[in-house]
């Protein structure tokens, strides 16, 4: 069981006769975690937060990444994400399990499968050189079950291109705006929008950006309401905060 629907469907069976409450506390009892020796693998994180755990590839071999990803898979785990995956370690990794990968945010999904598209999220960046920050956070949300619209290179130096794309932002329930330089995008969009604004520094930029440093402080201080920011280039966090506050009850 990889997220809450699947132990719903479990207490459902018990309630409708078709499982017993043993053989359901016996289902329960095995879920967990499973201790590999060199991870411990989460079961439960899809019960209690909604979504299975994610593999952080980078630092892990690729033997390492295909044990964590292939016990996920065993336990009926679907589109287990695995983040910040080189080339390399993809193409072993693929040897042994299902995986698609996509080069630019070296991002990977062992065990495709269907998806959900509820509500409706932005990914939205300042220009072409943020697409591996953006990219990360867009199939991030995607692949945890929500509908995205990328735009992109749409940063402030020509602002015409931002403001002929309005009708996708104000339809959003959210929007990631991931830039470098300056990072002035997230306060533009969150000056137009009605929904929460995720900024997403990028380490895009000259000298005195200082790795994207420039761009989180700009952000950071942001006069536009209902901008929140996450770490430099972590385009991860933000699309899997934006799937929890696009999915959040009450408004899907």
Known sequence: MDNR????????????????????????????????GYAKVDFHRGIRQGAAEVIYGAGKTPEQIAGIAGAMGERGCKNVLITRIAP????????????????????????????????????????????????????????????????YDVGVAGLHRLLASLEPLMDARCVVAAAGMEGAL???????????????????????????????????????????VVNIDNGFGAGYLASMINQMEGIV
Do not use: W
Not at 101 to 126: D, K, N, Q, S, W
């Open 88 to 151: 390399e370690a993809a193409d072993l990794v693929a040897q042994s399990l299902p995986l698609d990968y996509y080069p630019i945010p070296r991002l990977a999904v062992a065990f495709p499968g269907e998806r959900r598209t509820l509500g409706h999220i932005v990914v939205a960046t300042g220009g072409t050189s943020d697409m591996p920050v953006a990219e990360e956070a867009a199939l991030t949300a995607e692949v945890l079950g929500n509908r995205v619209t990328r735009l």
């Open 5 to 36: 629907h699947d132990i719903l469907q479990l207490l459902r069976q018990v309630a409708d006769g078709s499982s017993t409450p043993e053989e359901a506390l016996s289902r329960l009892k095995r879920e967990p975690f499973e201790d590999l």
């Open 186 to 228: 997230a306060s533009v969009i969150g000056g137009l929008v009605d929904c929460p604004v995720i900024a997403v520094p990028t380490s895009v930029g000259y000298g005195a950006s200082f790795g994207g440093l420039s761009a989180l402080l700009a952000m950071l201080n942001s006069c536009a309401s209902g901008c929140s």
